[in-house]
Protein backbone atom coordinates (compact mmCIF):
# COMPACT_ATOMS: atom_id res chain seq x y z
CA UNK A 1 0.00 0.00 0.00
CA UNK A 2 1.07 3.58 -0.77
CA UNK A 3 1.61 6.67 2.00
CA UNK A 4 -1.42 9.15 1.42
CA UNK A 5 0.00 12.25 -0.67
CA UNK A 6 -1.74 15.55 -1.20
CA UNK A 7 -3.92 15.08 -4.62
CA UNK A 8 -6.27 17.68 -6.09
CA UNK A 9 -9.43 16.10 -7.80
CA UNK A 10 -9.47 17.01 -11.87
CA UNK A 11 -11.97 20.06 -12.43
CA UNK A 12 -14.31 17.63 -14.02
CA UNK A 13 -15.06 15.39 -11.10
CA UNK A 14 -18.06 15.81 -9.36
CA UNK A 15 -16.98 15.81 -5.91
CA UNK A 16 -19.47 14.41 -3.06
CA UNK A 17 -18.48 15.78 0.35
CA UNK A 18 -19.34 13.55 3.32
CA UNK A 19 -17.79 13.10 6.87
CA UNK A 20 -16.72 10.01 9.15
CA UNK A 21 -15.85 9.74 12.67
CA UNK A 22 -13.49 7.13 14.46
CA UNK A 23 -15.55 7.64 17.80
CA UNK A 24 -18.51 8.63 16.92
CA UNK A 25 -21.81 6.96 15.35
CA UNK A 26 -24.34 9.67 14.34
CA UNK A 27 -25.76 8.94 10.84
CA UNK A 28 -24.42 9.70 8.01
CA UNK A 29 -25.71 11.91 5.22
CA UNK A 30 -26.63 9.91 2.30
CA UNK A 31 -24.10 10.20 -1.00
CA UNK A 32 -26.73 9.41 -3.73
CA UNK A 33 -25.08 7.70 -6.65
CA UNK A 34 -26.37 5.75 -10.05
CA UNK A 35 -25.41 2.17 -11.18
CA UNK A 36 -22.55 2.03 -12.86
CA UNK A 37 -21.49 5.52 -12.19
CA UNK A 38 -17.71 5.86 -12.21
CA UNK A 39 -14.50 7.91 -11.36
CA UNK A 40 -16.24 11.20 -11.87
CA UNK A 41 -17.95 11.15 -8.82
CA UNK A 42 -14.98 11.29 -6.26
CA UNK A 43 -15.91 11.24 -2.09
CA UNK A 44 -14.19 14.26 -0.35
CA UNK A 45 -14.27 12.69 2.88
CA UNK A 46 -13.69 14.90 5.98
CA UNK A 47 -12.15 12.93 8.93
CA UNK A 48 -13.05 13.67 12.70
CA UNK A 49 -12.15 12.03 15.94
CA UNK A 50 -14.82 12.48 18.58
CA UNK A 51 -16.09 15.57 16.61
CA UNK A 52 -12.71 16.99 16.25
CA UNK A 53 -11.16 17.54 12.68
CA UNK A 54 -8.50 14.54 12.76
CA UNK A 55 -4.91 15.22 10.71
CA UNK A 56 -3.89 11.90 9.16
CA UNK A 57 -0.09 11.41 10.30
CA UNK A 58 2.46 11.67 7.24
CA UNK A 59 3.26 7.97 7.52
CA UNK A 60 -0.61 7.54 7.42
CA UNK A 61 -1.89 4.73 4.58
CA UNK A 62 -5.78 4.54 4.06
CA UNK A 63 -8.08 2.52 2.20
CA UNK A 64 -11.41 2.43 1.58
CA UNK A 65 -13.49 -0.74 2.36
CA UNK A 66 -17.12 -2.04 1.25
CA UNK A 67 -18.91 -4.76 1.22
CA UNK A 68 -21.20 -6.21 -1.32
CA UNK A 69 -23.95 -8.68 -1.61
CA UNK A 70 -23.37 -12.11 -3.09
CA UNK A 71 -19.85 -11.85 -0.56
CA UNK A 72 -18.07 -9.49 -2.88
CA UNK A 73 -16.43 -6.75 -1.48
CA UNK A 74 -14.15 -3.59 -2.09
CA UNK A 75 -10.65 -2.78 -0.97
CA UNK A 76 -9.07 0.20 -2.82
CA UNK A 77 -6.37 3.00 -1.61
CA UNK A 78 -7.50 6.66 -1.24
CA UNK A 79 -6.33 8.89 -4.09
CA UNK A 80 -5.03 11.09 -1.48
CA UNK A 81 -5.59 14.21 1.14
CA UNK A 82 -5.90 17.73 1.05
CA UNK A 83 -2.89 20.11 2.32
CA UNK A 84 -4.07 20.16 5.46
CA UNK A 85 -4.71 16.05 5.99
CA UNK A 86 -7.85 16.17 7.41
CA UNK A 87 -9.40 15.24 3.98
CA UNK A 88 -9.21 12.16 2.52
CA UNK A 89 -10.40 11.48 -2.13
CA UNK A 90 -12.03 8.36 -2.31
CA UNK A 91 -12.74 7.25 -5.87
CA UNK A 92 -16.25 6.04 -6.75
CA UNK A 93 -15.25 2.66 -9.21
CA UNK A 94 -17.51 0.63 -11.23
CA UNK A 95 -17.45 -1.73 -8.79
CA UNK A 96 -18.60 0.14 -6.34
CA UNK A 97 -21.94 0.87 -8.40
CA UNK A 98 -23.05 -2.45 -10.11
CA UNK A 99 -25.25 -3.29 -7.36
CA UNK A 100 -28.06 -0.97 -6.64
CA UNK A 101 -29.37 -0.34 -3.13
CA UNK A 102 -27.88 1.19 0.45
CA UNK A 103 -23.71 0.16 1.12
CA UNK A 104 -21.61 1.21 4.22
CA UNK A 105 -18.58 1.14 3.55
CA UNK A 106 -15.94 2.56 6.14
CA UNK A 107 -12.50 3.95 5.90
CA UNK A 108 -9.44 1.90 7.49
CA UNK A 109 -6.36 3.98 8.41
CA UNK A 110 -3.10 2.59 8.71
CA UNK A 111 -0.45 4.29 11.15
CA UNK A 112 2.50 3.35 13.40
CA UNK A 113 1.55 0.01 13.47
CA UNK A 114 -2.28 0.19 13.95
CA UNK A 115 -5.60 0.00 12.62
CA UNK A 116 -8.35 1.97 12.67
CA UNK A 117 -11.83 2.23 11.13
CA UNK A 118 -14.30 5.07 10.54
CA UNK A 119 -18.17 5.49 11.07
CA UNK A 120 -20.11 4.20 8.01
CA UNK A 121 -20.62 6.33 4.96
CA UNK A 122 -23.76 5.93 3.52
CA UNK A 123 -23.98 5.42 -0.33
CA UNK A 124 -27.63 5.37 -1.60
CA UNK A 125 -27.10 3.30 -5.09
CA UNK A 126 -30.15 4.10 -7.53
CA UNK A 127 -30.75 1.48 -10.07
CA UNK A 128 -29.76 2.90 -13.31
CA UNK A 129 -33.16 2.24 -15.94
CA UNK A 130 -30.17 0.81 -18.44
CA UNK A 131 -28.41 -2.06 -17.03
CA UNK A 132 -25.10 -3.19 -18.38
CA UNK A 133 -24.83 -6.55 -18.80
CA UNK A 134 -21.35 -6.70 -19.77
CA UNK A 135 -20.16 -5.61 -16.48
CA UNK A 136 -18.79 -8.30 -14.13
CA UNK A 137 -20.16 -8.25 -10.31
CA UNK A 138 -16.82 -9.06 -8.76
CA UNK A 139 -14.81 -7.97 -5.47
CA UNK A 140 -12.33 -5.60 -6.49
CA UNK A 141 -8.21 -4.47 -5.22
CA UNK A 142 -6.92 -1.67 -6.82
CA UNK A 143 -3.56 0.23 -6.62
CA UNK A 144 -3.59 3.64 -6.12
CA UNK A 145 -1.78 4.11 -10.00
CA UNK A 146 -4.77 2.64 -11.25
CA UNK A 147 -7.80 4.53 -9.33
CA UNK A 148 -5.57 8.15 -9.87
CA UNK A 149 -5.52 7.36 -13.86
CA UNK A 150 -9.04 6.23 -14.24
CA UNK A 151 -10.27 9.27 -12.19
CA UNK A 152 -7.85 11.52 -14.38
CA UNK A 153 -9.17 9.48 -18.21
CA UNK A 154 -12.60 10.13 -16.35
CA UNK A 155 -12.48 13.63 -16.22
CA UNK A 156 -10.50 14.00 -19.43
CA UNK A 157 -13.48 12.19 -21.37
CA UNK A 158 -15.92 14.80 -19.89
CA UNK A 159 -14.02 17.69 -20.66
CA UNK A 160 -13.97 16.92 -24.41
CA UNK A 161 -17.31 15.65 -23.89
CA UNK A 162 -17.93 19.20 -23.22
CA UNK A 163 -15.74 20.76 -25.60
CA UNK A 164 -17.37 18.87 -28.48
CA UNK A 165 -20.99 20.06 -27.93
CA UNK A 166 -20.02 23.79 -27.43
CA UNK A 167 -18.16 22.94 -30.67
CA UNK A 168 -21.11 21.48 -32.35
CA UNK A 169 -24.20 23.30 -30.45
CA UNK A 170 -26.43 24.81 -33.50
CA UNK A 171 -25.84 21.00 -35.31
CA UNK A 172 -27.09 19.53 -31.79
CA UNK A 173 -29.94 21.67 -31.63
CA UNK A 174 -30.92 21.57 -35.18
CA UNK A 175 -31.37 17.40 -34.62
CA UNK A 176 -32.26 18.14 -31.47
CA UNK A 177 -36.16 19.19 -33.07
CA UNK A 178 -36.17 15.99 -34.68
CA UNK A 179 -34.90 13.80 -31.54
CA UNK A 180 -37.92 11.82 -30.21
CA UNK A 181 -38.73 11.01 -33.54
CA UNK A 182 -35.35 9.06 -33.33
CA UNK A 183 -35.22 7.93 -30.31
CA UNK A 184 -38.92 6.33 -31.05
CA UNK A 185 -38.21 4.12 -34.15
CA UNK A 186 -35.81 1.37 -32.43
CA UNK A 187 -37.90 1.66 -29.04
CA UNK A 188 -40.85 0.47 -30.50
CA UNK A 189 -39.42 -2.08 -32.54
CA UNK A 190 -38.41 -3.90 -29.50
CA UNK A 191 -41.00 -2.80 -26.96
CA UNK A 192 -43.49 -5.76 -27.30
CA UNK A 193 -41.06 -8.59 -27.23
CA UNK A 194 -39.07 -6.48 -23.72
CA UNK A 195 -41.62 -5.82 -21.70
CA UNK A 196 -42.74 -9.59 -21.44
CA UNK A 197 -39.31 -10.68 -20.63
CA UNK A 198 -38.63 -7.42 -18.34
CA UNK A 199 -42.10 -8.16 -16.62
CA UNK A 200 -40.98 -11.68 -15.82
CA UNK A 201 -37.80 -10.86 -14.72
CA UNK A 202 -38.95 -8.29 -11.77
CA UNK A 203 -41.70 -11.00 -11.46
CA UNK A 204 -39.37 -14.34 -10.57
CA UNK A 205 -36.30 -12.97 -11.83
CA UNK A 206 -34.96 -16.38 -13.89
CA UNK A 207 -34.74 -14.37 -17.34
CA UNK A 208 -30.71 -13.70 -17.43
CA UNK A 209 -31.37 -10.02 -18.30
CA UNK A 210 -30.48 -8.52 -15.32
CA UNK A 211 -27.73 -8.51 -12.60
CA UNK A 212 -29.03 -9.79 -9.66
CA UNK A 213 -32.35 -9.95 -10.75
CA UNK A 214 -32.43 -13.41 -8.53
CA UNK A 215 -32.42 -11.02 -5.33
CA UNK A 216 -34.32 -8.36 -6.66
CA UNK A 217 -37.99 -9.43 -7.72
CA UNK A 218 -41.51 -9.73 -6.53
CA UNK A 219 -40.76 -13.44 -5.31
CA UNK A 220 -37.85 -12.83 -3.39
CA UNK A 221 -38.88 -9.28 -2.00
CA UNK A 222 -42.12 -11.29 -0.39
CA UNK A 223 -40.01 -13.72 0.95
CA UNK A 224 -37.53 -10.84 2.75
CA UNK A 225 -40.74 -8.83 3.81
CA UNK A 226 -42.22 -11.70 5.46
CA UNK A 227 -38.89 -12.73 7.34
CA UNK A 228 -37.81 -9.02 8.18
CA UNK A 229 -41.28 -8.38 9.80
CA UNK A 230 -40.84 -11.11 11.99
CA UNK A 231 -37.06 -9.80 13.02
CA UNK A 232 -35.36 -13.30 12.81
CA UNK A 233 -32.99 -13.79 10.21
CA UNK A 234 -31.98 -18.11 11.82
CA UNK A 235 -29.70 -19.62 13.68
CA UNK A 236 -25.82 -19.48 12.85
CA UNK A 237 -23.14 -21.58 14.52
CA UNK A 238 -20.52 -18.38 14.23
CA UNK A 239 -20.12 -14.63 13.59
CA UNK A 240 -18.69 -15.21 10.37
CA UNK A 241 -21.85 -17.61 8.91
CA UNK A 242 -24.50 -14.69 10.19
CA UNK A 243 -22.80 -12.15 8.09
CA UNK A 244 -21.78 -14.00 4.93
CA UNK A 245 -25.54 -14.70 4.92
CA UNK A 246 -26.79 -11.48 6.28
CA UNK A 247 -23.83 -8.75 5.14
CA UNK A 248 -27.04 -6.15 5.72
CA UNK A 249 -30.24 -5.77 7.62
CA UNK A 250 -32.80 -3.57 9.28
CA UNK A 251 -33.07 -2.18 12.83
CA UNK A 252 -35.09 -5.29 14.94
CA UNK A 253 -33.51 -7.76 12.82
CA UNK A 254 -31.77 -10.11 15.25
CA UNK A 255 -29.72 -14.29 14.88
CA UNK A 256 -28.61 -16.26 16.85
CA UNK A 257 -25.12 -17.29 16.93
CA UNK A 258 -23.93 -20.45 18.28
CA UNK A 259 -20.63 -19.98 18.89
CA UNK A 260 -21.69 -17.02 21.69
CA UNK A 261 -25.13 -18.52 22.11
CA UNK A 262 -26.35 -14.95 23.01
CA UNK A 263 -28.47 -12.77 20.43
CA UNK A 264 -26.90 -10.88 18.28
CA UNK A 265 -29.24 -7.83 16.69
CA UNK A 266 -28.21 -5.31 13.93
CA UNK A 267 -27.29 -1.92 14.20
CA UNK A 268 -28.54 0.40 11.45
CA UNK A 269 -25.76 3.49 13.15
CA UNK A 270 -22.75 1.15 12.74
CA UNK A 271 -24.03 -0.91 9.77
CA UNK A 272 -22.67 -4.60 12.15
CA UNK A 273 -24.13 -7.49 13.72
CA UNK A 274 -23.93 -6.98 17.67
CA UNK A 275 -23.54 -9.44 20.39
CA UNK A 276 -26.22 -8.19 22.98
CA UNK A 277 -24.89 -10.78 25.60
CA UNK A 278 -28.63 -11.97 25.52
CA UNK A 279 -29.11 -15.55 26.45
CA UNK A 280 -30.62 -17.47 23.49
CA UNK A 281 -32.98 -19.07 25.70
CA UNK A 282 -35.14 -16.05 24.75
CA UNK A 283 -35.65 -14.42 28.27
CA UNK A 284 -34.88 -11.05 26.65
CA UNK A 285 -35.86 -10.47 23.23
CA UNK A 286 -37.67 -7.97 21.11
CA UNK A 287 -42.05 -9.00 20.82
CA UNK A 288 -43.09 -8.07 17.41
CA UNK A 289 -44.58 -4.55 18.74
CA UNK A 290 -41.02 -3.76 19.41
CA UNK A 291 -39.53 -5.05 16.26
CA UNK A 292 -42.39 -2.99 13.54
CA UNK A 293 -41.50 -0.12 15.63
CA UNK A 294 -38.23 -0.02 15.11
CA UNK A 295 -38.55 -1.05 11.37
CA UNK A 296 -38.00 1.79 8.58
CA UNK A 297 -41.88 2.54 6.69
CA UNK A 298 -41.99 3.14 3.23
CA UNK A 299 -44.19 5.81 2.45
CA UNK A 300 -45.01 6.86 -1.02
CA UNK A 301 -44.76 10.55 -1.57
CA UNK A 302 -45.63 12.34 -4.98
CA UNK A 303 -44.04 15.89 -5.55
CA UNK A 304 -46.66 17.38 -7.60
CA UNK A 305 -45.02 19.72 -11.11
CA UNK A 306 -47.43 22.53 -9.15
CA UNK A 307 -46.25 22.33 -5.72
CA UNK A 308 -42.97 23.91 -6.08
CA UNK A 309 -41.91 27.49 -5.02
CA UNK A 310 -39.00 29.67 -5.97
CA UNK A 311 -37.01 31.64 -3.05
CA UNK A 312 -33.74 31.43 -1.67
CA UNK A 313 -33.47 27.99 0.75
CA UNK A 314 -30.46 26.61 2.57
CA UNK A 315 -30.28 22.72 3.44
CA UNK A 316 -27.38 22.56 6.38
CA UNK A 317 -25.70 18.83 6.38
CA UNK A 318 -23.99 16.92 9.56
CA UNK A 319 -21.01 18.36 8.59
CA UNK A 320 -21.48 22.09 9.07
CA UNK A 321 -22.16 22.43 5.31
CA UNK A 322 -24.64 23.95 3.60
CA UNK A 323 -25.98 23.75 0.11
CA UNK A 324 -28.30 26.49 -1.10
CA UNK A 325 -31.34 26.31 -3.80
CA UNK A 326 -34.06 28.26 -5.80
CA UNK A 327 -36.64 25.85 -5.56
CA UNK A 328 -38.54 23.68 -2.54
CA UNK A 329 -41.62 21.70 -2.37
CA UNK A 330 -43.80 20.71 0.62
CA UNK A 331 -45.59 17.48 1.05
CA UNK A 332 -47.99 16.43 3.60
CA UNK A 333 -46.93 12.93 5.10
CA UNK A 334 -48.34 11.41 7.99
CA UNK A 335 -46.44 10.60 11.18
CA UNK A 336 -43.12 12.32 9.97
CA UNK A 337 -41.67 14.86 12.32
CA UNK A 338 -38.40 17.34 12.65
CA UNK A 339 -36.76 14.39 14.33
CA UNK A 340 -37.69 11.48 11.98
CA UNK A 341 -35.06 10.22 9.89
CA UNK A 342 -35.50 10.07 6.09
CA UNK A 343 -34.42 8.54 3.33
CA UNK A 344 -35.30 7.51 -0.31
CA UNK A 345 -35.78 3.92 -1.36
CA UNK A 346 -33.82 2.14 -3.65
CA UNK A 347 -37.23 1.12 -4.65
CA UNK A 348 -38.17 4.82 -6.14
CA UNK A 349 -38.38 4.52 -10.00
CA UNK A 350 -36.09 7.32 -11.26
CA UNK A 351 -37.41 9.10 -13.54
CA UNK A 352 -36.11 12.81 -14.97
CA UNK A 353 -38.19 14.34 -12.51
CA UNK A 354 -36.68 12.39 -9.63
CA UNK A 355 -33.28 13.08 -10.59
CA UNK A 356 -33.75 17.40 -10.27
CA UNK A 357 -34.76 16.20 -6.61
CA UNK A 358 -30.92 16.99 -4.86
CA UNK A 359 -32.12 17.18 -1.01
CA UNK A 360 -35.35 16.49 1.27
CA UNK A 361 -35.54 16.97 5.03
CA UNK A 362 -38.27 15.68 7.27
CA UNK A 363 -40.51 18.12 9.14
CA UNK A 364 -43.52 18.26 11.57
CA UNK A 365 -46.20 16.14 9.40
CA UNK A 366 -44.31 16.69 6.19
CA UNK A 367 -41.23 16.57 3.97
CA UNK A 368 -39.70 19.39 2.30
CA UNK A 369 -37.91 18.91 -1.29
CA UNK A 370 -35.62 20.75 -2.53
CA UNK A 371 -34.07 21.43 -5.87
CA UNK A 372 -31.91 24.08 -8.07
CA UNK A 373 -34.61 24.41 -10.88
CA UNK A 374 -38.55 22.69 -10.76
CA UNK A 375 -39.41 19.23 -12.16
CA UNK A 376 -41.93 19.78 -15.10
CA UNK A 377 -43.53 16.71 -14.14
CA UNK A 378 -44.49 14.75 -11.01
CA UNK A 379 -41.66 12.89 -8.91
CA UNK A 380 -43.16 9.98 -6.91
CA UNK A 381 -40.12 8.69 -4.53
CA UNK A 382 -40.81 6.03 -2.01
CA UNK A 383 -39.29 7.57 1.48
CA UNK A 384 -38.18 5.35 4.72
CA UNK A 385 -39.08 7.17 7.78
CA UNK A 386 -37.53 5.92 11.12
CA UNK A 387 -37.52 7.07 14.05
Known amino acids: MSKVTIYSPPSAAQVKNCTADFDLRRAPVPINLVQFDKTIPILAVALYKGGTAYKLPEDAEANVRMGKRNNLYIYNPVLGCNEGRNLVYVAVTPQMTTQDGVFYPILEVLAGGGVAGTSPLQLVIQRNPVQEGDLEDTSEKQTLADLASQAAASANAAADSARIVQENKDAIQNANANME ?107 KAQIDAKLPKPVTVTVAASAWTSGDYSVAWNDGTSTSYTQCATVNVADVTADSHIAVSDRTRVTDAVRMVAALEPGAGAVKFYAKSAPTSAAVFVVEVSV
Do not use: C
Open 181 to 287: AIKAAPANATAAAASAKEARSWAVGDTGTRPGEGMDNAKYYAALAQQVSQGAVGWYPNYEALYAAHDTGYDGNWAIVGDTDTIWVWDSDTGVWKDTGESSKFANYYD
